[in-house]
């Protein structure tokens, strides 16, 4: 079992940045793909930006050059770097887990989840 916890969400100016963090227990994330999810109100989740077990990295076109996704697998993190943030961006966002070796372009693609931390962008 796989959990999640994310942080770093808050309220932020357009134009500002944000760095999300999604710190894991319980298994290693080394051979897991991950990714960083956002809901916003009314709308589906979908997904932001994912990275593999070789740190392989896509994004959405929304994010595309504004936001970058890391992890640290020594510290068993995930990061998500927003920057150029814009009141488009306001949503919950959320750390996805997909073990194996496939990229996880899906919604329905992932094996655990966080609880979300809240990001709003003020105009």
């Known amino acids: 079992q796989v959990r999640l916890v994310e942080s770093g969400g808050g309220l932020v100016q357009a134009g500002g940045s944000l760095r999300l963090s999604c710190a894991a227990s319980?298994?290693?994330?080394?051979?897991?793909?991950m990714g960083w999810l956002r809901q916003a109100p009314g709308k589906e989740r979908v997904v932001v930006a994912v990275?593999?077990?070789?740190?392989?990295?896509n994004y959405a076109d929304s994010v595309k050059g504004r936001f970058t996704i890391s992890r640290d697998n020594a510290k068993n993190t995930v990061y998500l770097q927003m920057n150029s943030l814009n009141p488009e961006d306001t949503a919950t966002y959320y750390c996805a887990a997909r073990a194996g070796g496939e990229m996880p372009y899906s919604t329905y693609d992932y094996d655990y989840w966080g609880q979300g931390t809240q990001v709003t962008v003020s105009s």
């Open positions: 319980g298994r290693s994330l080394r051979t897991f793909a």
């Open positions: 990275i593999s077990w070789t740190d392989n990295t």
